[in-house]
């Protein structure tokens, strides 16, 4: 069944192909955060650059409140894109190691039921019982690996969907604190 060279190196290759797909998702993931990374930090030491420039130029109060209002709100909206965009990454890298995982689960299960097929034509009188038990606690543990895998991907939406609203929510509150800091300038410069 399982002890010729031919089929022992078909599951050593089929596990080769694993995880060098799993190796490879993560060195692209890993890839693509640096990247993001080193963006970010270009891009803050570009604008921190623009911004001592700007406040250097500042020549009253009533420039310097303007100027002081006008650079919270994009660093907040930056922030959040930055989490987005690792978020991103992070979850995509997430789902295809999950498919990885759920290919292999299911070659594993493929070659459990080739097995019990096996033991069942080759078994002695009187074995029907012990080889019934095995299915059903196959059988048990796909049930409750399909249940596992459901419940974390129903996790995976929740979690996605707290992201996004918490993302909206500081937003919100970001321009809102943001025109209350221009209302209080307005009302001390006038």
């Known amino acids: 069944m399982f002890t010729t060279p031919t089929q022992l190196a078909e ?3 089929g596990q080769l192909d694993a995880l060098y797909a799993l190796s490879h998702t993560v060195f692209d993931a890993t890839e693509k955060l640096i990247d993001l990374n080193l963006a970010a930090a270009k891009a803050l030491m570009d604008e921190s650059a623009e911004k001592a420039q700007a406040m250097l130029a500042v020549k009253d109060l009533q420039e310097l409140v303007a100027l002081v209002s006008n650079l919270a709100q994009p660093s907040i909206e930056k922030a959040i894109s930055y989490s987005r965009n690792a978020y991103s990454i992070a979850s995509n890298a997430g789902a295809e190691i999950s498919k990885i995982f ?3 689960v299911a070659e594993g299960n493929k070659r459990i039921a080739e097995m019990l097929d096996f033991a069942a ?3 002695p009188a009187g074995a029907e019982p012990a080889v019934s038990m095995v299915r059903s606690a196959v ?3 796909n049930t409750a690996y399909d249940t596992f895998a459901k ?3 129903q996790a995976v939406e929740v979690a996605e969907s707290n ?8 937003m919100k509150a970001a321009a809102a604190a943001n025109d209350a800091v221009k209302a209080k300038a307005a009302k001390k410069v006038a």
């Open 121 to 123: 034509k080759n078994a």
């Open 102 to 104: 759920d290919a292999q």
């Open 139 to 141: 059988a048990a543990a």
């Open 163 to 170: 992201f996004a609203a918490a993302a909206q929510a500081t």
């Open 11 to 13: 599951i050593q290759k």
């Open 151 to 153: 419940a974390a991907k």
